[in-house]
């Protein structure tokens, strides 16, 4: 099934490098060049200019804007350097000079940097490019640029080069579910900081939630006084809770606009809505009363559709929110909306009956239609996820294609703008690694397959291209509770989609962005932000070995230390340097991380060697072929294979990867009389026998799911048998124990033998 998590290897992260220019002109104590996104056209030219104590930003006064932005790279320059570095209004030498002209091959956002051994210039149609072309530029100085003190002693050269850069798309977006989890304002504006870095220029901020409502609207003070605040999340017994005040909205706008990025923001309408019907029941269909969400999922109760009171609500929102966000763009949710309460509430059928609608996705098409009307008689465009389609589309809506891109080729062709974001390749909550990687949502996105992203199906002719805007990472907070996880999953995956979205796509090249990553990892440590570094190959899960092996680990990229423990500890800069392939005897935990220079170090990884005795130990495995819904009874169908094995799991056995079925048998000595839960995951379906009887049943065609039992055992020698099918996608199988001296563990190999 599709939510792969644990066995898909991190393919393109596998990829070797070559030497390159940049390893070539690191070697050569040359500055490297290594600008994300990739700009249009770069020409490398010989010598660097310096800056130095006499150094100046020039600037033409007639712009306040561009004086604005000379201000700031003033300040950022001094605070790294120490030295002056005023802003001027004359151009001379040893000038950085910023300047607007009248160019239109550069559009609103493209610029011309010009770096020579004399002087800095940045050209612009307007400010926005001029922002762009000092982003570039600060990547092009030494990593230290980035840091909040002065750094002594770096030459602050800047290589000699001529770029051309604009963007590709103009939708460059990035997502911020900050209901599900709230998130300071502080902590939004370091997001705006981290997108404008990299040049994304759209922030869809997912304001309102089933778990928290963040806005706070004059009109309806219960938003914020109650709708705002959860008793708890999943169980943990601690309240949850937080709003923005318009004055901090206001702020936070202000200031994306002034690294030029627009502030979309969500009102999730009619579903995702039990944070809203907390505070004010009357406008659900049952009545109530609510509480605010406090576990995740899609919930039933949303906004009654045949309820004036909801539309006079809703309206009176918009009206403040529309007053609160300058840009074009309000995105109304429209997502995941069930239509369950309408099916049984009088209103909302009086409403279907009256409007001659034939059924309740009509019933939300009609209710996306009118909000509709309210943005546009605001002058504001309506955009929302791609459900919106469902029951027919409002006339002039934007679609947020999130379900694959079915619904944005759809819209597209039917006239409409879109912004791509599917889940397979925008979705940021999903894992970036096979291992060692904090819980998330489940699904699997490694950063290769980000960058392999191509916003514009190709079923679409030129004219219908013209509709996709762009796409969006979507940062989904569910399983991630503090902002600096956020940053975590979000920052290299954004740096992917960056290129994605701005750089030309025969610009491309995936290695080529791996090596050019590296040099950032450091400019995110000095500015405090936290990323994933890739971890190491070689090494994860665990591996049942006779006696003795040895451990081979490597990089994925060129330039890294790799560091080991095998004391159960993490790896720590202090820790051992691999350099060969490490001999393993017996029982061991090897733990390995790598570090590139000035980055964090890599999540450690783990791998468990179990040892066992093949005259002790072991099960007896089959291994059939077919393709089924559900498990067959494997003991009528004949086996492909059989064999010996020393694990319940795929690890051991040989199989075609799909359309199979495995049996493992055995006996499993438990050590002690007592309570024990069994674990059973798999992905697709699975069952677990002890002592003859059904002990878990897994069945069915699945994702990675695991199912749990308890009961009492006597200490001594049961039967077990697991029976398995896999049909397609991804596949998992294991089988966990807690009990009387096990904390939940994996099966150890060393309680199962044949007899
Ligand atoms: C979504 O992920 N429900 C848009
Ligand atoms: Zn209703």
Redesign the pocket.
């Known amino acids: 099934m599709k939510a792969i998590r644990f066995l898909l290897p991190v393919i393109g992260l596998c990829l070797a490098v070559s030497p390159d220019s940049t390893l070539l002109s690191m070697q050569k104590n040359e500055p490297a060049i290594a600008v994300i996104p990739k700009p249009l056209s770069m020409k490398k030219e010989s010598g660097t200019f310096n800056v130095s104590r006499t150094t100046v930003v020039a600037v033409d006064e007639g712009v306040p804007e561009l004086r604005r932005l000379a201000d700031d790279l003033s300040l950022r320059l001094r605070t790294a350097t120490g030295f002056p570095v005023p802003v001027v209004s004359k151009s001379g030498s040893n000038a950085i000079r910023l300047a607007i002209v009248s160019d239109s091959e550069l559009g609103d956002e493209g610029y011309r940097l010009s770096v020579s051994k004399k002087a800095v210039v940045i050209e612009a149609g307007k400010p926005a490019g001029v922002f762009y072309g000092v982003q570039t530029l600060l990547q092009l100085l030494p990593p230290d640029v980035e840091k909040s003190a002065v750094t002594a002693g770096p030459t602050w050269s800047i290589p000699c080069v001529r770029i051309e850069d604009k963007p590709r798309f103009p939708w460059r977006g990035m997502h911020l579910d900050v209901g599900r989890h709230f998130f300071s304002k502080d902590s939004v504006k370091r997001y705006i900081d981290m997108m404008a870095s990299y040049k994304m220029n759209t922030f869809h901020w997912h304001l309102t939630e089933d778990q928290g409502w963040r806005i706070e609207i004059k009109k309806y003070p219960r938003l914020t006084s109650v709708s705002a605040w959860r008793r708890e999340s999943n169980g943990d017994g601690i309240p949850h809770g937080g709003f923005y005040s318009r004055d901090e909205v206001r702020e936070v706008v202000q200031y994306a606009k002034d690294r030029f990025i627009t502030v979309v923001p969500e009102i999730e309408m009619p579903g995702?809505s039990q944070a809203a019907l907390a505070g004010y029941p009357e406008l659900s269909c049952s009545g109530g009363p609510f509480k605010v969400g406090t576990d995740w999922g899609v919930i039933n109760d949303v906004f009654c559709a045949g309820n004036e009171k909801t539309f006079k609500f809703l309206e009176d929102v918009i009206d403040e929110v529309t007053g609160l966000f300058p840009g074009a763009f309000l995105h109304i949710?429209g997502?995941?909306c069930p239509k369950l309460r309408w099916s049984n509430c009088k209103r909302c059928q009086d409403r279907i009956a009256g409007l001659g609608l034939k059924n309740e996705d009509e019933l939300q098409s009609y209710f996306i239609k009118r909000i509709e009307g309210m943005l546009n008689a605001r002058g504001k465009r309506l955009v929302g996820?791609d459900e919106i389609l469902e029951g027919g589309l409002a006339p002039n809506a934007t679609v947020?294609s999130?379900?694959g891109i079915k619904g944005g080729i759809e819209a597209a062709k039917s006239g409409h703008d879109v912004v791509m974001t599917p889940?397979s390749y925008c979705?940021f909550d999903y894992y970036q690694g096979a291992v060692g990687e904090p819980a998330a949502m489940g699904g699997f996105l490694p950063i290769d397959s980000v960058y392999a992203y191509e916003p514009v199906p190709d079923v679409l002719t030129a004219e219908e291209a013209h509709h996709i805007l762009g796409a969006q990472g979507?940062v989904?907070t569910e399983w991630i509770p503090d902002y600096r996880h956020a940053e975590y999953m979000a920052t290299t995956r954004m740096m992917a989609l960056s290129e994605v979205v701005w750089s030309a796509k025969s610009r491309r090249n995936f290695e080529d962005f791996l090596r050019r990553i590296i040099p950032h990892y450091q400019r995110l440590s000095n500015r405090d932000i936290n990323y994933r570094v890739p971890t190491p190959l070689g090494v994860g899960g665990r591996k049942i070995i006779l006696r003795d092996t040895v451990a081979a680990i490597t990089s994925p990229v060129p330039g890294a230390t790799i560091y080991y423990t095998l004391d159960g500890s993490d790896p720590t800069p202090g820790s051992a340097i691999y350099s060969s392939p490490i001999a393993i005897n017996g029982d061991r935990v090897l733990k390995a991380s790598l570090q590139f220079p000035g980055s964090r170090m890599s999540n450690p990884i783990t791998t468990a060697f179990l040892t066992v005795d093949p005259a002790l130990n072991g099960l007896r495995f089959e291994y059939f072929e077919g393709g089924w819904d559900f498990l067959p009874d494997l003991r009528i169908i004949t086996p492909v294979k059989t064999g010996v094995t020393y694990d319940i799991g795929l690890g051991g056995v040989p199989t075609r990867g799909r359309n199979y079925g495995l049996v493992f048998k055995g006996t499993m000595t438990l050590p002690a009389d007592g309570e024990y839960t069994f674990f059973l995951l798999s992905d697709d379906g699975s069952k677990l026998f002890i002592d003859g009887k059904e002990f878990i049943n897994n069945d069915g065609l699945h994702g990675s799911v695991e199912v749990s039992s308890k009961a009492s055992f006597a200490r001594g020698m049961h039967s077990i048998e697991v029976r398995y099918f896999q049909r397609g996608g991804g596949q998992d199988l294991g089988i966990s124990i807690e009990g009387p001296g096990f904390a939940k563990q994996l099966l150890p190999p060393r309680l199962l033998s044949l007899q």
């Open positions: 995702h949710g997502d995941e996820w947020m999130w379900r889940t979705y979507n989904w």
